[in-house]
């Protein structure tokens, strides 16, 4: 299997090299040229399987020889080791025909531990097997960040910087990157919001000069390495609740569209996904497409969900792509006209877009209600992210069981919790003296050539 770039111009890739890349060299998102399908019957045979297990059955297919079966099952075995559930992802009732997927169990409490601790274990095994030192750079709305230092911190062959809008993020993230002591760890705190700090990363990597010197990767959710390891909890979720016998539906909290996006993988490999829903905070740019066919950036505005304060959504290029039949050409020209405020996507691609994916917003207050609501009737405390997917998926509940991602556990978000719900919500216990260790960050102007300065000055 081969990596193409979303835009058409860049060569193709192995899984190794996409993954070590990220961003490929047109600006484009690498995807795999054709997506491998399982069976019915395969898809049955994962009920009653371990985690891993299942993981290695979705994954396997799409990493070509980039580690043979043994070497991927004991990398798949380590990324997961250290969650505090044994189930990995459990699941959990809420209502008559309501899910809610547990994804909070890793080690810095969000779901984006699933894809780099995975991450952390393949890099870790390419690297040590090519002798190559990469530097790692990312930009966060707060989870990512601690979830790549958190994967990242102590390995050899990295150095890791991620950049976080200063002031932005909550205090439980802030602290899960600024006290790991490790020296490969960089947190740098820029003047700027998520979108600057994303920009930032982009613009290092069409840097070429930059990016050869100080040997750039990339682990945003742009990595394609991240979308695949997020696809096996679709297939978990989905086979405890009857597939491939029966259908199932998810609701998404959603910001750079890359955990949606591996639910729309999981869909194409032949998982019987029924309704795809989007859910997205008042910054609803992915809304507002999916009901309009407009794609138009507006302001960024600070929510309770700060992980989904996005106005340009990376991942959705990937549904783009496939929107366009595959045409990097029409891509390009769309991300050309985005740099001036927005785009008008074609009648053929909106509707393959409406066909694909629901979609719909929550406001600060429904947000609000929903944490105490679920509270008062459900028993169940939801992160404010969280709370945003359950408040949609309740305008899309139907006859096929609704599973909402529980994208972040409620401690990391103490202060909307506690203001919505009145209980406080404590930290699990590996995690109980993080207000005591000492911080460490580094202030930065939100300007390119201050950060790569900061960069180059510290792997030197
Ligand atoms: C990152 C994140 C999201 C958004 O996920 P995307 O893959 O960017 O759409 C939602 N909730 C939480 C808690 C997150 O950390």
């Given at each position: 299997?081969?990596?193409?770039?979303?835009?058409?111009?860049?060569?193709a890739?192995?899984?190794?090299?996409?993954?070590?890349?990220g961003?490929?060299?047109?600006?484009?998102?690498?995807?795999?040229?054709?997506?491998?399908?399982?069976?019915?019957?395969?898809?049955?045979?994962?009920?009653?399987?371990?985690?891993?297990?299942?993981?290695?059955?979705?994954?396997r297919?799409?990493?070509?020889?980039?580690f043979?079966?043994?070497?991927?099952?004991?990398?798949?075995?380590?990324?997961?080791?250290?969650?505090?559930?044994?189930?990995?992802?459990?699941?959990?009732?809420?209502?008559s025909?309501?899910?809610?997927?547990?994804?909070?169990?890793?080690?810095?409490?969000?779901?984006?531990?699933?894809?780099m601790q995975?991450?952390?274990?393949?890099?870790?095994?390419?690297?040590?097997?090519?002798?190559?030192?990469?530097?790692?750079?990312?930009?966060?709305?707060g989870?990512?960040?601690?979830?790549?230092?958190?994967a990242f911190?102590?390995?050899?062959?990295?150095d890791?910087?991620?950049?976080?809008?200063?002031?932005?993020?909550?205090?439980?993230?802030?602290?899960?990157?600024?006290?790991?002591?490790?020296?490969?760890?960089?947190?740098?705190?820029?003047?700027?919001?998520?979108?600057?700090?994303?920009?930032?990363?982009?613009?290092?990597?069409?840097?070429?000069?930059?990016?050869?010197?100080?040997?750039?990767?990339?682990?945003?959710?742009i990595?394609?390495?991240?979308v695949?390891?997020?696809?096996?909890?679709?297939?978990?979720?989905a086979?405890?609740?009857?597939?491939?016998?029966?259908?199932?539906?998810?609701?998404?909290?959603?910001g750079?569209?890359?955990?949606?996006?591996?639910?729309?993988?999981?869909?194409?490999?032949?998982?019987?996904?029924?309704?795809?829903?989007?859910?997205?905070?008042?910054?609803?740019i992915?809304?507002?497409?999916?009901?309009?066919?407009?794609?138009?950036?507006?302001?960024?505005?600070?929510?309770?969900?700060?992980?989904?304060?996005?106005?340009?959504?990376?991942?959705?290029?990937?549904?783009?792509?496939?929107?366009y039949?595959?045409?990097?050409?029409?891509?390009a020209?769309?991300?050309?006209?985005?740099?001036?405020?927005?785009?008008?996507i074609?009648?053929g691609?909106?509707?393959?877009?409406?066909?694909?994916?629901?979609?719909?917003?929550?406001?600060?207050?429904?947000?609000?209600?929903?944490?105490?609501?679920?509270?008062?009737n459900?028993?169940?405390?939801?992160c404010?992210h969280?709370?945003?997917?359950?408040?949609?998926a309740?305008?899309?509940l139907?006859?096929?069981?609704?599973?909402?991602?529980?994208?972040?556990?409620?401690?990391?978000?103490?202060?909307?919790?506690k203001?919505?719900?009145?209980?406080?919500?404590?930290?699990?216990?590996r995690?109980?003296?993080?207000?005591?260790?000492?911080?460490?960050?580094?202030?930065?102007?939100g300007?390119?050539?201050?950060?790569?300065?900061?960069?180059?000055?510290?792997?030197?």
């Open positions: 299997m081969q990596y193409i770039s979303t835009r058409g111009q860049a060569p890739l192995t899984f190794e090299q996409a993954m070590l890349t961003l490929a060299r047109d600006g484009g998102l690498y995807v795999p040229d054709t997506v491998p399908t399982l069976t019915p019957a395969q898809i049955a045979a994962m009920a009653g399987k371990s985690y891993e297990e299942v993981a290695f059955d979705v994954m297919p799409f990493i070509g020889d980039t043979d079966g043994a070497t991927f099952k004991t990398l798949i075995a380590n990324a997961y080791a250290g969650f505090g559930h044994a189930a990995r992802a459990p699941l959990v009732q809420l209502d025909n309501h899910y809610l997927l547990e994804l909070f169990h890793g080690p810095t409490l969000a779901f984006k531990d699933f894809a995975l991450i952390g274990q393949m890099f870790q095994a390419a690297l040590s097997r090519s002798g190559d030192r990469v530097t790692i750079v990312g930009a966060t709305s989870d990512t960040g601690s979830a790549a230092i958190e911190r102590g390995l050899a062959a990295v890791v910087f991620i950049l976080y809008p200063h002031g932005r993020v909550s205090e439980v993230q802030r602290r899960q990157m600024t006290t790991p002591t490790e020296d490969n760890v960089h947190a740098l705190a820029v003047d700027g919001d998520f979108d600057d700090c994303q920009a930032m990363v982009k613009n290092m990597f069409n840097d070429f000069a930059f990016r050869e010197a100080v040997k750039l990767a990339g682990v945003n959710s990595n394609w390495g991240r695949l390891a997020q696809v096996v909890y679709y297939f978990t979720a086979v405890s609740l009857g597939a491939p016998h029966r259908q199932v539906s998810f609701t998404v909290p959603t750079n569209f890359g955990d949606i996006f591996a639910g729309y993988i999981a869909k194409r490999m032949g998982l019987p996904i029924a309704d795809l829903v989007v859910a997205t905070n008042r910054n609803d992915l809304h507002r497409t999916l009901q309009t066919g407009a794609y138009t950036k507006e302001g960024v505005a600070p929510t309770i969900s700060p992980s989904m304060d996005i106005q340009v959504s990376s991942n959705f290029e990937r549904a783009l792509f496939d929107a039949g595959r045409d990097g050409a029409a891509v020209g769309q991300m050309d006209d985005l740099k001036s405020g927005g785009f008008q074609s009648q691609a909106y509707q393959m877009l409406k066909d694909t994916f629901k979609s719909g917003r929550a406001s600060e207050d429904e947000t609000h209600q929903a944490i105490k609501t679920y509270r008062q459900h028993g169940e405390l939801l404010p969280t709370a945003v997917g359950v408040h949609v309740e305008a899309h139907g006859p096929t069981p609704m599973v909402t991602l529980a994208t972040a556990h409620p401690a990391k978000f103490p202060d909307a919790v203001a919505a719900s009145g209980v406080t919500a404590p930290l699990p216990p995690m109980a003296d993080l207000y005591d260790r000492p911080e460490r960050v580094t202030r930065v102007a300007e390119l050539a201050a950060i790569q300065a900061v960069i180059r000055e510290r792997i030197s």
